[in-house]
């Protein structure tokens, strides 16, 4: 079980947190989602809460990033991969995860009822709230919310190798890719 904090619910600690007592970091990849707001409002956002914060750039690990960082809440603003990568070195690390809607589709953030169109007020999770919330593995890959086998795992990789494109392009560019690939039968055996 990992931990994630969330806006909605209560706080851990009878009384607010002191700025002073944690040091929050939050990771951000700039290239997620649409723009709104923009990068730049929700870093100015969140260091006024005393956040700091970290744009990722070309060539950046996020999970070297996030076991690296010296603080004891780690958040990741950015889309539902970016989100499991920050959230494992959470759980490993035993520390609180702050997830910040920030992807195109942000499934995680509806799954644990964070407005997706507000990743600002998401923000408010770095004082001191908590929920705890199930995860699973694959292999040793950590998934948040849900996990995809076969074709339609193949299409999600490949829309996301696309993603410079419209969204509507890349998503019909995958299919094509796809279907030109995935040829014969595939077979799953499930405990034993």
């Known amino acids: 079980m990992g931990r994630v904090g969330t806006w909605a619910e209560r706080p851990i600690l009878a009384t607010p947190r002191a700025s002073s007592l944690l040091q929050p970091f939050l990771i951000v990849n700039p290239r997620s989602g649409t723009a709104s707001p923009s990068p730049e409002e929700l870093r100015e956002a969140a260091v006024t809460r005393g956040v700091e914060v970290h744009f990722l750039e070309e060539g950046d690990d996020l999970q ?3 076991r690296s960082a010296d603080a004891d809440v780690l958040g990741m603003a950015g889309g539902d991969g970016s989100l499991g ?8 690390r035993d520390l609180p995860f702050v997830c910040i809607p920030f992807g195109t589709r942000n499934h995680f953030a509806r799954d644990i009822g964070l407005d997706r169109d507000d990743p600002l007020a998401a923000l408010a999770a770095f004082d001191g709230v908590e929920r705890r919330v199930d995860v699973g593995r694959v292999d040793d890959r ?3 919310n849900n996990v995809s086998l076969g074709l339609y795992a193949l299409l999600v990789h ?4 696309h993603r410079r494109r419209s969204d509507a392009l890349a998503r019909l560019r995958a299919i094509v890719l796809a279907a030109r690939e995935h040829s014969g ?4 055996v499930i405990d034993g």
């Open 185 to 188: 039968k595939d077979q799953f």
């Open 64 to 66: 070297d990033l996030a």
């Open 85 to 92: 990568a920050v959230a494992e070195v959470a759980i490993d």
């Open 142 to 144: 950590l998934f948040l």
């Open 158 to 161: 490949r829309r996301e190798r």
